[in-house]
């Protein structure tokens, strides 16, 4: 039987209980949430597919050590009790990322300093030579946690943060990360029993990652590599067999749609590049459209969506639009549920609609609110004596949980930079081309040349290779 071990996943604020819920589902054992992580017990099999599977992670660390420090000198005391040549030898590279929480410890980076130096001085020590850094493409990456005194030393298994999923082709600005998009369609209890709206999508990642739910496509299944395969007990053929039974079970009778719209010319044809990328042209639709034009869809639908802050996408007249925003949600979608993201209270404020539910999550280092509107024809009070509830009971119980959000929190307040988010804005990290192992590049080819295999377009199916290209 193989050995079970603790594992770490980490996320982003607001998504832990999602990522739990992930997590169970996945069959992990021993599901504990925490700050930005949720800590689960598996074993290698498990470990692979929570990289794999899992939608709302963003790291996924095998801890190997537990300790206390109040010093970097008790830091590098603690690192060197390891026995490293279990993990690397003189030929392989390393890199180490530090996340500090602490009033001792005041630069990461330092941490890190204090971690390497320990790493080879043991090595000099016994054989005379050292192990290098690589910062773009280590053969074994590591990650050290400090939260006050308390240290936790693991190796990180994913590598790129684990919302490189693959698909993205091109980008408009500020563009939301997978993970966080992943994280509010599930938050919406949505799962593909209605058709699915974007009226302002952008580049289109959250029709691609509703879809990607919709058809049980596991999220690793664009991506070329992870940090585990360059592990010494790397298990090639488990891997296959965790992706060749993702591949089977992906859901091709789905019978709903996905709709995105955009004023911009040229997101929607960024929107349609991503998607034809992803395979899912025959599942999503992409049409230039202002949403003051939107109509009543024809069939029972969600609207999940990311207006404009005005922060980092301005426009002429932001309260102008988030009034829009209501008046076509009220009387063009009734019967529907549609679901928010966005910053400012103001902007809030102008839709002009009760919310069912609002949920703080934070998009990058801004805080937002997350907000559920049930739309339904007619005045409040006729709608209630017929039966109708805006909130249900769970919702009524999560909006009564006390300290949900922040005590005089303002919508323009930023928190702290150490208390944001790890990798919180992702876009402002620049990530490295590296060469793919051969094998990995093989599994590939493989996949997509199998007989009959083909995308949702119909056509062969084709995954990128994210390194044919820069990302922004």
Sequence with gaps: MEQTFEIIAKTFMGLEPVLAKELTQLGANDVQIGRRMVSFKGDKEMLYRANFQLHTAIKILKPIRHFKAKSADDVYEEIRKTDWTAYLDNDKTFAVDAVVFSEEFRHSKFVSYKVKDAIVDQFREKTGSRPNISVANPDIRLNIHIAEDKCTLSLDSSGESLHRRGYRQETMEAPLNEVLAAGMILMTGWHGETDFIDPMCGSGTLLIEAALIAHNMAPGLFRDEYAFEKWPDFDADLFDRIYNDCEEQEKDDVTCHFYGYDIDPKAV??????????????????????????KQPAKKSIIVTNPPYGERISTPDLLGTYRMIGERLKHEFTGNDAWVLSYREECFDQIGLKPSIKIPLYNGSLECEFRKYQMFDGKMKVFRSEGGAVKTDEEKRQMAEKHRFKKHREFKQRIEEQEQNEDADIRSFTFHRHEVFEDRKSRKTAYSAKPGKTGKTGKPFKKRNRFDDDED
């Design 269 to 294: 044809n960024t929107a349609r590049h991503n998607v034809q990328a992803a395979g899912l042209t025959a599942s999503i639709t992409i049409e230039q459209q202002d949403f003051k034009l939107f």
